[in-house]
């Protein structure tokens, strides 16, 4: 018996991107335009897509919702008429606490992809694992809200540069907290230079203009984008 | 706490490569940048690496530094928290020269010796 160093020089997650790029492909075929929506749980990903789904003029939308265990994000989605695919990472995956490129593409035939133009991926509420995965999506939006403090930028900054676009949610509760939102901005700059970003509340309605014509904005993008 | 989904990277892209040989080292290139906490990606390869050729490898990593370098004055240096913005210019668009790595870079394998004679 003897020792053979063989060189391997391979990202790590190459694996998980090249089922992400298989992914990117099928949807490409459909002219789906796909989004990975990311927070920690409990930043009102779920709320903010309530709030938006049915009302994107020109724009068929789609939820694949994924969670560790139960349908309750989904059913709420589902009780405003918007094609929504449940992907729970428990039963069969042993309870992954972000979703990964071969979740999602286990997920593909039950997506209704000739009937919409945008589909959004609700990723399980994780501020560190989903930052890391490709899942074949055109872009990576993700939330902060005002209740979980300004240095979470710089406490999670893979998620933070991970995204094109940050929203920064829950703003009606500004009076009651000590929060310094100009300081969460700053540290937003700091980590992910010039990213885009809306501030808004899900509860009041502030800002979601801008949020949904962010998605319009999304769904007309031409063609692939590498 | 990403360091399981990553342990399990880590054996998925090592097993690949072993072709069926027992693996006795494991060796990583890891950026700064990829938060990773050295003793608890260790932790949990040892438990992924349970089962497979990686089971007992050791794993050596070699940690990089986050080093930046800014498109519009060119300016290089190095970070040690999350500030990205160039700090001479004050620019945004600052490319991520090493740091980001988060590769494995060689395995050692234990081969038979072959003592088949013509």
Known sequence: MHRTKVKVVEEALDANNTIASANRSDFDRAAVKVVNFMSAPGAGKTTLLERVVVDLPGVRIGVLEGDVQGSMDADRLASLHVPVTQLNTDPSFGGECHLDANM??????ALPLEEIDLLIIENVGNLVCPAEFRVGEDTRVMVTSVTEGEDKPLKY?????????VLINKIDLLP??????????????????????????????EGLDAWREWLIGVAAREGAVA | MHELSLSS????????????????????????????VPDTL???????????VCEGA??????????????????????????????ICG????????GNEFEVESIE???AECIARK
């Not at chain 2, 620019?91 to 090493?98: F, L, N, P, T």
């Open chain 2, 109 to 111: 394998v234990e081969e």
């Open chain 2, 91 to 98: 620019g945004a668009e600052v490319e991520i020269a090493s």
């Open chain 2, 9 to 36: 990277a880590i054996v998925g892209t090592v097993v690949k490569h072993a072709e069926g040989r027992r693996v006795s080292v494991v060796s990583l290139r890891v950026g700064r940048l990829r938060q990773v």
């Open chain 2, 58 to 87: 050791r794993l050596e990593q070699e940690l990089l530094e986050a080093r930046l370098r800014c498109e519009s004055c060119e300016h290089e240096w190095s970070i040690d928290i999350p500030a990205f913005r160039c700090p």
């Open chain 1, 104 to 109: 999602v593409r286990s997920a593909i035939p």
């Open chain 1, 157 to 165: 900054p893979l998620m933070f540069r991970a995204c094109e676009l």
């Open chain 1, 176 to 205: 009651h907290l000590d929060f310094d939102l100009d300081r969460l901005l700053y540290n937003i700059d700091q980590v992910h230079p010039d990213v885009e970003r809306i501030v808004l509340s899900a509860k009041t309605g």
């Open chain 2, 42 to 52: 260790e932790f949990y390869f040892e438990f992924v690496a349970k089962g497979t």
